[in-house]
């Protein structure tokens, strides 16, 4: 298996731009996560799905954050309008039932 | 509720040298916990995790970990470092209740010096 896939790695956008980040988890897990990773903040779960279903977006910042998981093998994350406070590496993860999680490798974003 | 508190944002150790990075964690029922490795510009990998069965829990890369419930603690050690270990290392709490949250400490940067 390739691990979770995350896309894109790098991505710069404008203040104001909406901005989708994505992932495709590891075939036959069925949790998924988002996190977020700053300097400041450390690492932040804003999001995790089960079955496909958002369970606690509790963590998701405000409401320029969203996230959906139309199936078990994708999911986005979407910033709109983004702001410079949202730059950060945002990391998914899946898991199988009982097991521990598989992190993608991030996706850089910057937003000036 | 669960929490996890990593002492020492940043540690830096001689090549061969003992390493060690603290972990303790607050947890209201019996946890799971982990360490991840982070090496820059990747993602988490899992180096080792506690599940209820055996407290010294050993690792990829020659490290591992002890369970110490009194202390509440869930320390990281390895014997001899080496420069490959030079990365961010991170501890990981997640309730053994069927709770899918796994809520992480801060992380510590570990240098190692020749």
């Known amino acids: 298996d390739a691990g979770v896939i995350q896309s894109p790695r790098h991505e710069v956008t404008e203040m104001g731009q909406e901005v989708t980040l994505r992932c495709k988890p590891i075939?036959?897990?069925?949790?998924l996560f988002w996190y977020r990773q700053t300097m400041m903040r450390g690492l932040e779960l804003l999001i995790y799905?089960?079955?496909?279903?958002?369970?606690?977006d509790s963590g998701m910042p405000e409401d320029r954050f969203s996230a959906k998981m139309p199936n078990a093998s994708f999911s986005t994350l979407k910033i709109q309008p983004s702001e410079p406070r949202d730059s950060a590496v945002y990391f998914c993860?899946?898991?199988?039932?009982?097991?521990?999680?598989?992190f993608g490798q991030g996706t850089r974003l910057t937003v000036v | 509720a669960q929490s996890v508190t990593q002492l020492g944002s940043h540690v830096s150790v001689s090549e061969g040298a003992l390493v060690l990075l603290r972990c303790n964690y607050s947890?209201?029922?019996?946890?799971?916990l982990f360490w991840y490795v982070q090496y820059p510009n990747q993602g988490l990998q899992l180096l080792l995790k506690y599940t209820s069965a055996a407290t010294l829990v050993k690792g990829i890369n020659g490290f591992e970990a002890e369970f110490k419930k009194s202390e509440t603690s869930f320390h990281l050690t390895k014997p001899s470092a080496h420069m490959s270990d030079a990365a961010e290392y991170f501890c990981a709490v997640r309730a053994n209740n069927a709770g899918n949250m796994l809520t992480f400490g801060g992380g510590t940067r570990l240098m190692v010096k020749p």
């Open positions: 075939s036959g897990h069925n949790s």
């Open positions: 947890s209201s029922v019996p946890p799971y």
């Open positions: 993860a899946s898991r199988p039932e009982g097991s521990e999680a598989f």
């Open positions: 799905f089960n079955n496909n279903v958002p369970i606690d």
